[in-house]
């Protein structure tokens, strides 16, 4: 009588069956993460995306990152004027803030601001740099090379 | 082009002493635990 | 489905012992909303920053609230050693741990409304794009649940459980912090299209944390 | 390891870890576009390498306590042992890489992905030690401390690809990159590879001490909750006096 009323024992195949659909559905999300989740984590636009995005954007703060064309960097007593490029696209940065060590011609650099018409008002300037160290020559030569 | 020392300096001693305050308490407290464990038996 | 029929009998349990106790109507939820006011009067010299700031306000608000929910849950189970109960019930650890995430689901849910009341009240907002919201809204909800009843269970049984509940979750929580708070702020103000990838993430928090909440209750709850 | 060879290992670390010192300050030469300020590199690389070999080594020794044919204390108290030494690594790899960020990149935080999932990997693991800080027996310690360690390290392998998911200030890895490229050659990369080297030493040092020490701690508790329980029994049930 008392055995009926007792719960069943859980079958240990069922939790086998659990930790399998567990591990496939972690496979599928992890697969899902390296090619659709790419896009989803946005700390910087590229300069492309900025400009063809421009009018949606409207004045909304933003970080946009890109390479400082060469010979464009005019600098004033609280910031400077320069140009961006990247992936093709170009476009005019009015940076107020304080200067930066690492600024120069083909840095690449991160400005955070908005959108004032064609010219991006920038409050904010980081400098990147990239994975190569070199004691003898600038990361940055293919710039230097493709632009001189 | 600013060499920026004071940064290399503060990071290479804040490592050291950490490093020697953590290895500094390991090592007395690991002397203590095997001095009380030789004394409890 | 056994296991679903068994998670309902949980959370209808736990869903009632609130509704008599009224805990979570009457201090989780006024809580909340004092936090809400408190931001306000954090940042109140500045009218226009409030609705800017509003969609990581309000999450931030809901997940300090949430910590109440799930330490809540738990103590419940602490008392009259009702958690000997739920072990030797013989219910399945995984309808447990879905019964119980569906009641704070429930509870967090209420706390959403009340919130984006007082948010579209004292913030200034004005709610957009209802479908991107509420999904956001529901995935959130869900990881917020499962991972807080998984570290619920985690923290079971300690004497210091409530402070260690936060400690836990909040870190753990933070990818759903993050989405939900970029998603809103995208459906309110911004590039409703941009939500999308955030929502997605946020998705994929849910049905992680459900997978590890399924996997891992019963043997804690064993352990506890 | 015996004594004799414990203290070998450390010696022969401690040396490699000054030679470090040397090579990384002054021999190695400065990086042409960041000046002195790359020689934080030599500590920044290895202290992140370290801390995900140590909660790799965490996640690993609290799946084979998990595992029923392979559990024992000993994985438990190792998994504790390295992650304590992996929150100092990374603890440390955050301080370097903030004082290293204000000069190049001229911030000293920035909320990019790299930086963000690091910052919560911190924080899980400082979670995860005070869990086990908690926990009053080791009996109630062992199973969820190991499935919080196993949550934990999710975050491991996404704080290492998020310079190759997503658009971040962080730049992609020197060598392990996805095409393995290595970009540092010549005296910097001796110096890079024997630092990574000598802290590996470090670490595996820190942690068996750390492991041992655990091991002294948990005997000594064993012994005196035996010296206790014995005690109150024999004032329960006093002998009974030897009448003569």
């Known amino acids: 009588m008392t055995d009926t009323q007792l719960p069943p024992v859980r079958p240990k195949q069922r939790m086998h069956l659990r930790y399998t659909l567990a591990a496939v559905a972690c496979l599928a999300i992890v697969a899902w993460m390296f090619t659709e989740l790419r896009g989803a984590v946005v700390y910087l636009r590229p300069v492309s995306y900025a400009v063809s995005h421009r009018s949606a954007q409207g004045t909304r703060t933003f970080r946009m990152g890109g390479t400082v064309v060469p010979g464009t960097i005019a600098k004033s007593s609280d910031g400077a004027r320069f140009e961006v490029m990247e992936g093709g696209a170009k476009a005019q940065v009015d940076y107020s803030g304080g200067p930066r060590d690492l600024f120069r011609d083909c840095a690449p650099v991160v400005v955070e601001g908005h959108w004032a018409g064609n010219v991006f008002t920038a409050s904010r300037l980081l400098i990147r740099h990239g994975s190569a160290y070199d004691a003898s020559k600038r990361a940055d030569a293919n710039c230097r090379a493709s632009t001189s | 082009m600013d060499h920026n020392w004071g940064y290399v300096a503060a990071g290479y001693g804040i490592t050291t002493g950490a490093l020697l305050v953590y290895g500094g308490w390991l090592w007395n407290r690991l002397r203590r635990a095997q001095q009380s464990a030789t004394d409890g038996d | 489905m056994s296991i679903l029929r068994e998670a309902r009998l949980v959370a209808a349990k736990d869903l009632r012992i609130e509704r008599r106790s009224r805990v979570a109507l009457q201090q989780i939820v006024p809580f909340g909303v004092i936090v809400l006011v408190l931001f306000a009067f954090a940042i109140d010299p500045d009218r226009g920053l409030l609705p800017r700031l509003a969609p990581g306000l309000f999450w931030a608000a809901l997940l300090l609230a949430s910590i109440l929910a799930v330490n809540r849950s738990f103590a419940v189970e602490e008392a009259n050693g009702a958690r000997d109960g739920l072990r030797l019930s013989g219910l399945d650890g995984a309808a447990i741990f879905l019964g119980k995430a569906a009641a704070i689901a429930a509870e967090l849910a209420l706390l959403e409304l009340v919130l984006g009341v007082g948010v579209i009240v004292l913030y200034d907002v004005t709610p957009r794009n209802a ?48 989405g939900a708070t970029r998603a809103f702020e995208s459906a309110l103000g911004g590039v409703p299209s941009e939500a999308w990838p955030w929502v997605q993430l946020l998705g994929a928090c849910a049905v992680l944390s459900v997978i590890v909440g399924v996997l891992a209750f019963g043997p804690l709850l064993e352990e506890s | 390891m015996s004594r004799n060879a414990r203290r070998v290992f450390g010696g022969v670390t401690l040396v490699l870890l000054a030679i470090t010192a040397v090579l990384a300050l002054w021999v190695s030469p400065a990086d042409k576009e960041q000046g002195d300020a790359m020689r934080l590199l030599y500590l920044h690389v290895p202290t992140a390498w370290l801390a995900y070999l140590a909660f790799f080594v965490t996640a690993l020794a609290s799946a084979l306590w998990l595992w029923p044919r392979t559990r024992s204390t000993t994985w438990d108290l190792l998994a504790g042992a390295s992650a304590e030494v992996g929150v100092l690594f990374t603890g440390l790899m955050l301080m370097l890489g903030s004082l290293w960020g204000r000069p190049i990149w001229g911030t000293w935080w920035e909320w990019d992905a790299r930086l963000t999932t690091t910052a919560v990997l911190f924080f899980l693991y400082l979670g995860y030690l005070a869990l086990r800080r908690t926990a009053d027996t080791s009996e109630q310690r062992g199973k969820r401390c190991a499935i919080a360690a196993l949550i934990a390290f999710a975050d491991v392998p996404i704080v290492h690809f998020s310079v190759n998911w997503w658009q971040t200030l962080h730049q992609t890895g020197t060598v392990f990159n996805p095409k393995l490229d290595v970009q540092i050659h010549g005296t910097m990369a001796v110096t890079l590879l024997l630092s990574v080297l000598s802290f590996t030493m470090l670490y595996v040092c820190l942690t068996l001490s750390r492991l041992r020490l655990a091991e002294l701690e948990e005997g000594r508790e064993q012994r005196e909750l035996e010296l206790a329980i014995a005690e109150r029994i024999a004032a329960e049930h006093p002998e009974p006096a030897v009448t003569v």
């Open chain 3, 131 to 178: 479908l991107v919201l509420f999904l956001t809204a529901v995935a959130a909800t869900i990881a917020l649940a499962a991972t807080g009843t998984v570290y619920g269970i985690v923290a079971a049984g300690l004497r210091v459980r409530e402070t260690l509940v936060p400690l836990l979750v909040l870190p753990a929580v933070t990818p759903v912090m993050l």
